[in-house]
Nanobody
Framework: QLQFVESGGGLVQPGGSLRLSCAAS????????IGWFRQAPGKEREGISC????????YYADSVKGRFTISRDNAKNTVYLQMNSLKPEDTAVYYC????????????????WGQGTQVTVSS
């Protein structure tokens, strides 16, 4: 069975950092493009970053560029999202998603999704 287990969310003060993890089981992440998405209460889901399977190229939404870093450790079958300089507007449920098709991840229609992890940025 293909699934993700996300971890690393929590409560952090503005300016702080968190690292989210997305561990896959049942399939090898090497062959998949992985994306991170978030959804705040009352807002639409937003794609914030992805990393391709082919060449490891990365993409960041303007809202997180320069603050967040996506990476993958294929040996651990895990993808990470390092989040620095967190702001209250980063508060959301964060999801990872995977698909063999880069376009599907970019479009938010990836085939596999994690259960989400809550990130709250507040003083």
């Amino acid at each position: 069975q293909l699934q993700f287990v996300e971890s690393g969310g929590g409560l952090v003060q503005p300016g702080g950092s968190l690292r989210l993890s997305c561990a896959a089981s049942g399939f090898a992440l090497d062959y998949y493009t992985i994306g991170w998405f978030r959804q705040a209460p009352g807002k639409e889901r937003e794609g914030i970053s992805c990393i391709s399977s082919s060449d490891g190229s990365t993409y960041y939404a303007d809202s997180v560029k320069g603050r967040f870093t996506i990476s993958r450790d294929n040996a651990k079958n895990t993808v990470y999202l390092q989040m620095n300089s967190l702001k209250p507007e980063d508060t959301a449920v964060y999801y990872c998603a995977a698909d063999e098709d880069l376009g599907a991840v970019v479009a938010g229609t990836a085939g596999y999704w994690g259960q989400g992890t809550q990130v709250t940025v507040s003083s």
